[in-house]
């Protein structure tokens, strides 16, 4: 009986803590000095000194300043031709003959393709071929170990 009681307590209180924005008195109404008039831009002030409802202009430009200096990280890539290993644990569920998944740690394969522009394949810019079992994958460059550089020609 006593759990019975708390259980109905603790859902009281859920339900309570869940409805209080919604029983709160609404906000008390505009007074007519705190309208615009028609054609006119007021400015109220707060306790900043500045206009309540005004953009912040200054800090916009000093942030776009500030983030002109900046160099964007290029995304690593890895070359075509590469040998390389999975390092880190990835199951793939579109390899034949594996309707569970394959865990593709330690297998090693070689990259056909890499995307050196993160809008063409956002998420996963490297394609590798294995050859047991022959699949083609997908991989981000942090899930890949480098193997063998290919010969420059």
């Known amino acids: 009986m006593s759990r019975a009681i708390g259980l109905a307590l603790l859902c009281l209180a859920s339900a309570s803590a869940l409805l209080s924005p919604l029983l709160a008195p609404p906000p008390p109404p505009l007074s007519a ?67 569970e998944g394959l865990d593709v740690q330690g297998l090693e394969g070689e990259v056909i393709k890499s995307y050196g522009r993160g809008d063409i394949s956002a998420n996963r810019p490297i394609k590798v071929e294995f050859q047991s079992p022959r699949f083609v994958g997908h991989f981000d460059v942090n899930e890949l170990s480098l193997v063998d550089q290919p010969e420059a020609t």
């Open 33 to 99: 000095q705190h309208l615009p008039r028609s054609g006119q831009h007021v400015g109220v002030r707060g306790t900043a000194g500045r206009a309540a409802h005004a953009p912040r202009r200054c800090s916009t430009v000093s942030a776009k300043l500030g983030l002109a200096g900046l160099k964007l990280d290029q995304p690593q890539t890895i070359a075509v031709g590469a040998r390389v290993r999975v390092s880190k644990r990835v199951v793939l569920r579109h390899v034949p003959k594996h309707k």
